[in-house]
């Protein structure tokens, strides 16, 4: 027979982890108040002959992972930013099929899905992040 324990000890662990459950969620709304108080970063769009430029204002100091994958570019910053996308999505060109962007509590991502072949170029400038597309031209001999 296995010991329980008494009554009284039960209820205390259990009250203990519904505080612990609530501290929680309150540690994560706080987290999302005070996201939704940072205004977002404009993704602006620069469409030239060639290519399509997209540039991403960033202020301080921002590391940034790019992952160009399959038919798509993943772009993981490590601070949680908000992105208004609206003008990339607006001028979305024939082989740029998408772009969204997902949010975590200490992170955040863009994600660009590509229609065919395309060269990327992606470089800091200042205090923005660029990324060139340009679809890949093939020659026939």
Request: charged residues 25%; proline residues 7%; glycine residues 4%.
């Amino acid at each position: 027979m296995t010991p329980t324990l008494p009554q009284p000890m039960s209820r205390l662990h259990h009250a203990a982890r519904r505080v612990r459950e609530a501290e929680k969620k309150a540690h994560v709304e706080q987290q999302l108040s005070k996201l939704n108080k940072v205004p977002p970063i404009r993704v602006q769009v620069a469409k030239q002959p060639t290519f399509i430029r997209y540039v991403i204002p960033l202020t301080g100091t921002v590391g940034i992972a790019s992952d160009r994958s399959g038919d798509g570019l993943t772009l993981v910053f490590d601070a949680p930013l908000r992105f208004d996308l609206a003008d990339a999505l607006a001028m979305l060109p024939s082989f740029v099929s998408g772009v969204e962007s997902k949010l975590d509590e200490d992170a955040s991502a863009v994600h660009f899905t590509f229609a065919g072949k395309v060269d990327v170029r992606t470089f800091r400038e200042d205090n923005n992040y660029v990324i060139d597309v340009s679809p890949t031209v093939v020659s026939q001999m």
